[in-house]
Structure formats: structure tokens, C-alpha cells
């Protein structure tokens, strides 16, 4: 199995373009034999908080038409794709949300960040549950930015049959996460790691990307690097993932 991690810079708000860009790369990730490919945190708006808040149109219910290119190109490559945005409750406030679509266009999961950061509190109500979702016959696990920085988040994902472990965040040029957190979540648990970043401006400073793929044992197998749209694409043998991944591995940048 391959599995890849989409970057490029969201448009704040504008979720059309947004779609198309998240549409471009996951035709691009199927071209290269990925069955996964994943984006970052608020990907669908971008990380305006104050952007948000104001704009209760910008959130998502989980069969949103807006949606619907991006359910096209899962359904057309037969692949899935995890989306992070702002999505509907029946409260009055939103979630931030991964909305997991699968290979025939349907939702697939939905996973709610549990832990959130700072002044998310103030926009979001936190999710209860940990994200699951089973794809080709292994089970992934979900976290967002930073539920990352829990060590029982990876814990309990390997103690539940988990045998990847995909991170949709929004990581600053400044954080430490890329050094002190994903690699060390993938060798303490022996989990493949898969890592997708914002690239550009944001809520919490500018984000160079870095999208990225760790093996089992901390291992760097593919990174996006500092290009968007880009994307990290690394091969990870579905029956082989607990005694380590086939290193095949590779970064791509869908315009050159």
C-alpha cells in the first residue's frame, strides 16, 4: 500500500479553490499508486480562527455539496482522501474536523480534534472520540495537530489494532513537532507516521510544509519539502507493516 501526504497554500476561505486544489493532488497522489492521500488541519478554509468564527457558511456538514470534487476524483482513482475543516454539530459550534472519504465517494469516517489548542477553545467544541477508520483492510488511526502532542493518543491507536497513524496539522516554520513528536510517535509505537502540513501563511505563523512520511522506526521515508502543491508519497506493504515498511519511497511536486 501507498499512502501520501498533499500540501499546498489554502486561499483563506475560499473553499471552491480550495476543493480544486485538494481535487489536483489526490489525482496526482492515484497516478503515483497512492490508495490514501491526506491533507492538513482546516485545509478546506485555511487556519483563520477570527475567519471562521464570523462565517458560520464556511462550516461543513459531512454530505456538503461543495464537496463534491473531490468526492469525483476519490470516486474516479479510487481513492480516499482525509479533509480537515470546520464542520457542523448540533450545537453552536463547530468542530475541527478530518472527514475521511473513501474510494467510492462516500464518507468513510469522521474524526472531531479532541485536544484543542490556545484559541480554539474560544471557536470549536472538542471531539470525544478517537479517529478510526479501516481502508483495503487495515485500520488507521486519526489525529489532528495537536492531540499529537499526547503520547496515549499513538498508545492507545497501536492497543486498538491500528497499523498507521495519520496526522493532519498546521505546524509553524518555529515547532518542534517534525524532530520531538511524529518520529518519535512512529518508533515508540512501531506505527508508520504520515504527516500533512499547511504550507503558507496562517493563524499560528508562516508553515513551510514538510509534509511527510516516518517508518516504523522513525525513519524518514518521503517528504513534500518546501514546494506546493507537493506532495510525500511513501510505499508502506500492508502485510508487512508490523516487522517495517519496503522503502520505496518518494516526493513529487505536481507542477514539476
Keep these: 500500500m501507498k499512502i501520501a501526504a498533499g500540501q499546498f497554500t489554502s486561499v483563506p476561505g475560499d473553499i471552491g479553490a480550495n476543493v480544486d486544489s485538494m481535487r489536483g493532488l489526490v489525482r496526482a497522489a492515484a497516478g503515483q499508486g497512492a490508495a490514501l492521500v491526506a491533507f492538513c488541519e482546516l485545509a478546506v478554509t485555511g487556519y483563520d480562527l477570527d475567519l471562521i468564527a464570523g462565517r458560520p457558511e464556511l462550516w461543513l456538514s459531512e454530505d456538503d455539496r461543495r464537496l463534491e470534487p473531490l468526492r469525483e476524483a476519490c470516486r474516479a ?11 457542523r454539530t448540533s450545537g453552536p459550534r463547530p468542530t475541527i474536523a478530518a472527514l475521511v472519504i473513501g474510494p467510492d465517494g462516500e464518507l468513510l469516517a469522521r474524526y472531531d480534534k479532541t485536544h484543542l489548542y490556545g484559541e480554539e477553545n474560544d471557536v470549536f467544541t472538542a471531539g470525544t472520540r478517537d479517529g478510526r477508520f479501516t481502508l483495503d483492510g487495515v485500520r488507521f ?19 486498538d489494532g491500528c497499523r498507521v497513524y495519520v496526522a493532519s496539522s498546521v505546524l509553524d516554520e518555529h515547532n518542534d513537532s517534525f524532530e520531538r513528536v511524529y518520529p518519535v510517535r512512529a518508533r515508540d509505537n512501531a506505527l ?17 510544509g514538510g509534509s511527510a512520511v516516518w ?7 518521503a517528504t513534500a519539502g518546501t ?10 506493504p500492508a502485510g508487512r507493516l508490523a516487522a517495517g515498511p519496503d522503502r520505496a519511497a518518494s516526493a513529487h511536486s505536481p507542477g514539476g
Design 77 to 87: 482513482t479510487s481513492t480516499a482522501a482525509l479533509v480537515g475543516c470546520a464542520a
Design 215 to 221: 517508518g516504523p522506526d522513525g525513519v524518514l521515508l
Design 227 to 236: 514546494e506546493a502543491p507537493a506532495l510525500a508519497v511513501a510505499r508502506i
Design 192 to 208: 508508520p507516521v504520515l504527516l500533512a502540513n499547511a504550507m503558507g501563511p496562517s493563524g499560528v505563523g508562516d508553515c513551510l
Design 141 to 159: 488511526a486519526v489525529a489532528v495537530c495537536y492531540d499529537n502532542r499526547f503520547p496515549d493518543v499513538a498508545e492507545r491507536a497501536k492497543a
